[in-house]
């Protein structure tokens, strides 16, 4: 069967197969099957099957690797892994072209038409379908060296209304838009002065003399000292002035003559000082903006011809980023003097504005209908403008502020009136409503957000934004309405707010008694009577502020306390101006004009004064949006929660079910978050006993804005999951994915952590409603972790394997399993109990191709995985377990295998005995023992792979080869009838370090004495055609053996092949399936499910039946060997006896006449006599040698024949056991999709997270009513 893969397809009927000899000299760079399959190339046009089936395309993915100068995992390295890390080698391609490979990369290079990068993923050993099969390295690849190649994407084939209608315009605009696009260029986006600068050099070197000028000369009017008295010794001459310096003194003059003018003051006033500075700083920065404008109408005219064909850029544009350039770079001198100037003022207003931080939002004169409810969504749809508003404080200029100011205005405008309730239910196809709000209810909300935001030096950025821009119009239009808008904010909070901060002191009152306050005092506030304090006495005038403390200093300042009070508050320093709106905004993107009504500072009067009754008073919140049962829970206060909950008049049920805090906690999560069992009692209780079961289940399910409810903080209060754990959305996930069973999970330093837990899978269990077993399946956080992963507990983990329906091999985003995580982070425990459980791939790989025991960090958890290795394989006749274990690479480019040999006691345990041996000493242990036993069988380890012929990335593939094969070769020598208790095997396993040298001498004694023995007590073989008789019978029986395993071990190779390639193939299916949007979603993870289901795995019953049958096949083939030696040895015989018979025939012909040369012919014939009795001699040493053959063979082969026998139906047996646990697998991961697909379809909660809906409602009766102190556990 030919393989998914075109390119294995390919190649394995090409003729380049007969062409690569020997195949362990060359390396199959394989493109991946999605890659292939999915992808056209588009450099030839041809289709992709031909241009892979091309023999340059074929040939150009195979390397030639020259034989390595050292045994693969020999002692002596041929290279240090460590030196070649990070460096590139080249190599050659079958057709003679040159790739470069380094680090995990490759790169085409000579002979290659155009340059490609791949990306090594992984290697395979490969073996193809056919008889006599060959090993092959593959190393799969990102992408394709030959021809350039470009996806497929599957465009979804969906009907949209009214696409014929809009096909035609877009055709007829089509020719034209694309000749515009050819012709006209892209034009460039200028944001700022400063990018116009640097797009155009040419404007800025033309301009930078003149700027900088500009900048010395501004700051040299404000930091230059003053002229010399005329009494003074040397007056130096003026220097020339400029037109700043000019305008500066203009102004200074001007405004003298002004303030001289003015017989109604006195001639030293700080208001003098003050609009003075004021004056020269406006006429200062409003002349360098002039000339900075000029400057840049001074450039080259073709200059700006370009900037003008290039950009979008107007005249008044450009004169706005040159003033706001100029404003930002001279912000740092303006500012902090403005400050300073108005600093009086503005303390005035922080103060004022800081006594009112504890106002609620229901006290600013709003009407909100909808209860707490609406209440809260008010309060949260206003926090991005207090953000926004936030921002003023880091503004480096007034045009900055200014947009601001209009764009919180703009948020404030566009509030939706929509509840999370409402936009839940509603479709998200429209638009979302917007508010219409007039004038009134405008600033009351920009009121909340001055107040909230805290934002200092208000009255000094307001004239700042008013008096120092001058290219915008700051008096009409929404930048007017803006201004205007925030000026009579201001002026309401220094005029008129006494009422606000009456209301600010009583919340606080009431706060601090919910807080830390007696039970007596929160009474006198909930319960005024005739004798209650009230506060309100000592409350300010309107009039009040910090100023009035500088009235024995300047006297002068109290003439009259309205003129005084009418000056403090005089943000516009020029004419008064008056806001005219369009009945359109200029703008024609704002809706503030369509969505305000006038409105004027008179017209907020008593609307805004703080309601201070006690209905009101109950209803408030504070900054966090905290109630005042909010506040109880969170000092834990009992007894005032107890006497809160008792005013119904106050707070109904709907408030308590309402009320959350800006985090959209409820009163009950807040109370299971603290973990106070009376707290939680109380508020549990009076919920219970005032909804039904529809308003509790909804309740419990509310999300906060971290998308949990108070089922996610149960390991705070375990004991409310026996009491109210059928009720709890077990399956909701918050913004991490985590479920409440997670954050159980997860809860690894609780006291009661084990009986916690189990009680949350108990529950979560029932909550099902189905009968079932647990679906860890639907508790899986956002990177992919199931609860095995992040249990620490093993008999937890034991319970989820034995009672829960699980993944058990499921990867998370790092593709770890299980498994690997608790390798990696050492819990030996919990390994421990995923290595017994069947169904656990132990040898699965994560990303970059590591198991479970390479991720361990610690050595002792590494030997320990080992042991564990060990006892899971079987144990021999003698109950001893002797297996490889591990192989691993070495920095000097060799390989180590651990060797573990565990002997049982007399108390029911096991000594292991720990041995590491390189390649090169298990080849090298097959040799001596045929030396010391010719005629036995041995399997041969002599053709093994180097795993480095790619040394920045060796081959693990061919590193597991290699332990599989050591591991076989081993268990087979302690099966052999010959060397089943042969002392050098042994000696290899139970003796750490090994002495060679002793072990050749020790073999060569042995030798001769074997040879010894033979001649002396074996009977040489009279009639050899007995013994080719019983060979010839024995080798014909075994090559039947022989070809019926090859045949099975091809079938069983083709049963892993094609199980990859149907995973392969589900994969790209679900890809496909992926974009059919009229599919529901939850069909889509059904599949995914499915195709999960079926992933093979690294120790699969079909790889280890395919491994089981190479270590068949190699008995077989050395039997063949051992049973070609006695054929040999008679052709040996025979050919001695003919040698004597030819000498001995040669003694009876004389060759010279008799008498004559009668000493050399005698000489000659006692050579020829010696040469027959050595033939004959040899002949019979061979006839004995064949009778020593004979019966080793003979006694060896009945031997075999039971190894055969236990070997094959161990591996049937194995297959067949294995091939349960994953069909079951298989036949679970099925049905977790059938359950996907049968699934209800899902609501959408909170924030935006789904969870299912409810399936069934409990009622209330069911819920246990316990005593506090039956709960002080939690």
């Known amino acids: 069967m030919q393989p998914l893969n075109p390119f294995l397809a390919a190649f394995f009927k090409s003729s380049l197969p007969s062409q690569c000899t020997p195949v362990h000299h060359h390396i199959l760079l394989v493109p991946s099957t999605d890659v292939l399959l999915t992808f056209r190339e588009t450099e030839s046009g041809s289709a992709p099957a031909e241009v892979i089936a091309s023999e340059d395309f074929l040939a150009s993915h195979v390397l030639r690797v020259p034989s390595p100068n050292g045994v693969a995992g020999g002692k002596d390295g041929a290279q240090n892994l460590r030196e070649v890390r990070g460096k590139a080698k080249q190599f050659t391609t079958l057709n003679g072209k040159s790739v470069v490979i380094k680090d995990a990369f490759i790169y085409s290079n000579k002979g290659f038409k155009t340059l490609a990068q791949a990306q090594l993923l992984n290697d395979i050993v490969f073996y193809p379908d056919v008889f006599e099969p060959r090993q092959w390295l593959l190393y799969y690849i990102s992408r394709p060296l030959v021809g350039v190649w470009e996806e497929n994407k599957i465009t979804p084939a969906i009907l949209v209304p009214g696409v014929r209608k809009r096909r035609i315009p877009d055709q007829k605009q089509t020719p034209n838009s694309e000749s515009t696009e050819n012709t006209a260029p892209r034009k460039k986006d200028i944001k700022s002065f400063h990018d116009l600068l640097n797009n155009f050099p040419m404007i800025a070197r033309q301009m930078q003399p003149g700027l900088e000028k500009l900048f010395v000369e501004f700051s040299n009017v404000f930091r230059s000292p003053l002229p010399p008295p005329p009494s003074a010794e040397h007056i130096p001459d003026p220097p020339p002035n400029g037109s700043i310096s000019n305008t500066a003194r203009r102004a200074r003059s001007n405004s003298a003559l002004a303030n001289t003018g003015d017989e109604g003051r006195l001639p030293v006033t700080e208001n003098f000082y003050a609009e003075d500075d004021e004056d020269i700083m406006r006429a200062s920065l409003e002349t360098a903006v002039t000339t900075a404008i000029d400057l840049f109408q001074g450039v080259d005219k073709q200059q700006l011809s370009l900037l003008g064909a290039t950009t979008d850029l107007t005249g008044p544009l450009v004169e706005k980023l040159i003033e706001r350039y100029v404003t930002e770079n001279v912000h740092n001198q303006l500012w902090p003097r403005l400050n300073a100037l108005k600093r009086p003022y503005d303390l005035e207003l922080e103060a004022k504005i800081r006594k009112m931080q504890f106002i609620d939002i229901s006290q600013l004169g709003i009407a909100i209908d909808g209860g707490s409810k609406a209440k809260h969504d008010l309060i949260i749809q206003l926090g991005p403008a207090v953000e926004e508003f936030k921002k003023i404080s880091a503004a480096t200029c007034p045009q900055v502020m200014l947009d601001l100011l209009l764009s919180t205005i703009k948020i404030v405008s566009r509030l939706t009136d929509s509840s999370k309730s409402q936009a839940a239910s509603s479709d998200a196809s429209s638009e979302k409503p917007i508010m219409t709000i007039n004038a009134d209810t405008l600033v009351s909300f920009l009121l909340y957000v001055v107040i909230r935001s805290q934002v200092k030096q208000l009255q000094a950025r307001l004239i700042y934004v008013r008096n120092f821009i001058f290219i915008d119009d700051v008096d009409s239009g929404e930048l007017g309405y803006a201004l205007s808008t925030f000026e009579a904010v201001l002026a309401y909070l220094v005029l008129d707010s006494a009422g606000l901060r009456r209301a600010s002191r009583r919340n606080k009152a009431l706060w601090d008694a919910a807080k830390t306050g007696t039970l007596d005092d929160l009474k006198k506030i909930m319960e005024p009577g005739s004798g209650a304090a009230d506060d309100d006495e000592l409350s300010e005038s309107p009039t009040s502020s910090r100023r009035a403390s500088t009235v024995h200093v300047f006297p002068f300042q109290a003439e009259g306390e309205n003129e005084t009070h009418a000056h403090d508050f005089s943000i516009p320093i020029r004419r008064v101006k008056k806001v005219a709106m369009d009945t359109r905004s200029i703008s024609g993107d704002s809706e503030v004009s369509f969505h305000s009504r006038t409105g004027s500072v008179g017209t907020i009067g008593s609307a805004l004064e703080g309601d201070i009754s006690v209905n009101r008073l109950s209803q408030t919140n504070n900054s966090f949006g905290e109630s005042v049962l909010m506040m109880a829970i969170q000092a834990e206060r009992a007894e005032t929660l107890k006497y809160l909950l008792s005013l119904a008049d106050y707070f109904s049920p709907s408030f308590v079910l309402d009320d959350m805090n800006n985090e959209d906690t409820t009163l009950l999560s807040a109370a299971i978050q603290l973990g106070n069992a009376q707290i939680i009692d109380l508020t549990l209780g009076f919920i219970i006993t005032s909804t039904t079961p529809e308003q509790l289940v909804s309740y419990l399910v509310q999300q906060d804005i971290w998308g949990r409810s108070c089922a996610h903080y149960l390991f705070n209060a375990p004991a409310l999951i026996t009491r109210i754990g059928h009720l709890i959305p077990w399956r909701q996930r918050d913004k991490n994915g985590q479920t409440p069973l997670f954050a159980l999970c997860r809860s690894y330093d609780h006291k009661n952590y084990l009986e916690m837990v189990e009680a949350g899978l108990n529950a979560a269990a029932a909550a099902q409603h189905d009968g079932l077993p647990l679906h860890i399946d639907e508790h899986v956080d956002n990177k992919g972790n199931t609860l095995l992963h992040i249990v620490s507990n093993a008999s937890l983990a034991m319970n989820i394997l034995q009672f829960c329906d699980v993944d058990v091999n499921a990867t998370n985003d790092k593709r770890f399993t299980a498994l ?99 390649l090169s000493d298990f080849e090298h242990l097959p040799t001596l023992l045929a030396l010391e036993n010719p005629a036995s069988w041995i399997p041969s380890l002599a053709d093994v792979r180097s795993p480095f012929q790619i040394p920045s990335k060796p081959s693990r593939a061919i590193l597991r080869d290699m332990q599989a094969r050591a591991d076989w070769f081993l268990k087979i020598m302690l099966m052999h009838p010959t060397f089943a208790t042969h002392e050098m095997l042994w000696e290899f396993f139970l003796v750490p370090e090994l002495q060679l040298d002793m072990m050749e001498q020790r073999t060569l004694l042995k030798t001769e004495a074997r040879a010894e023995k033979v001649r002396d007590e074996y009977e040489p073989v009279e009639d050899v055609r007995e013994v080719e008789q019983f060979v010839n019978h024995a080798r014909e029986m075994i090559r039947s053996v022989n070809y019926s395993t090859k045949s099975a071990t091809r079938r069983a190779n083709n049963l892993g092949l094609v199980a990859a390639d149907m995973y392969d193939s589900s994969v790209l299916l679900h890809r496909a399936v992926s974009t059919l949007q009229f599919l529901p979603p939850r069909y889509i993870d059904a599949f995914e499910t499915y195709v999960r289901s079926i992933v093979p795995t690294q120790s699969n019953a079909q790889a280890n039946l395919h491994s089981s049958f190479l270590a068949l096949q190699s008995t077989v083939q050395a039997l063949l060997a051992s049973l070609s030696r006695p054929p040999s040895i008679i052709s040996q015989m025979r050919a001695a006896k003919r040698e004597a018979d030819r000498n001995f025939n040669s003694l009876n012909k004389s060759r010279w006449p008799l008498g004559l040369l009668d000493d050399t012919r005698q000489r000659l014939y006692d050579e020829k006599e010696e040469r027959a009795r050595k033939s004959r001699e040899e002949a019979a040493n061979l006839a004995r040698e064949l009778r020593y053959t004979q019966q080793t063979v003979a006694g060896e082969l009945a031997g075999w024949q039971e190894l055969h026998e236990k070997m094959g139906r161990h591996a049937i047996r194995e297959f067949v056991r294995g091939m349960v646990v994953q069909e079951r697998m298989k036949l679970d991961g099925m049905l977790r999709a059938l359950r996907k697909v049968r699934l209800p379809d899902t609501i959408v909660v909170g924030n935006g997270t789904r969870t299912p809906a409810p399936s069934q409602v409990r009622e209330p009766e069911e819920v246990e009513m316990g005593e506090s102190e039956d709960n002080s556990e939690a």
């Not at 144990?875 to 001893?880: E, I, K, L, M, Q």
């Open 820 to 918: 690997m995580v608790a390798s990696k982070y050492g819990r030996y425990d919990m390994v421990r109990t995923l290595f017994a459980d069947p169904r656990v791939d132990v040898g699965a790989k994560e990303i970059r191709g590591l198991t479970a025991v390479e991720l361990a960090k610690d050595d002792d958890v590494r030997n320990k995985i080992d042991d564990l290795a060990l006892f899971s394989m079987p144990p021999g006749p003698d109950a001893r377990i002797t297996g490889v274990v591990r192989a691993f690479f070495v920095e000097d480019a060799t390989v180590r295998l651990v060797l573990k040999s565990a002997a049982p006691t007399d108390h029911d345990s096991y000594t292991v005995t720990t041995s590491r041996r390189s």
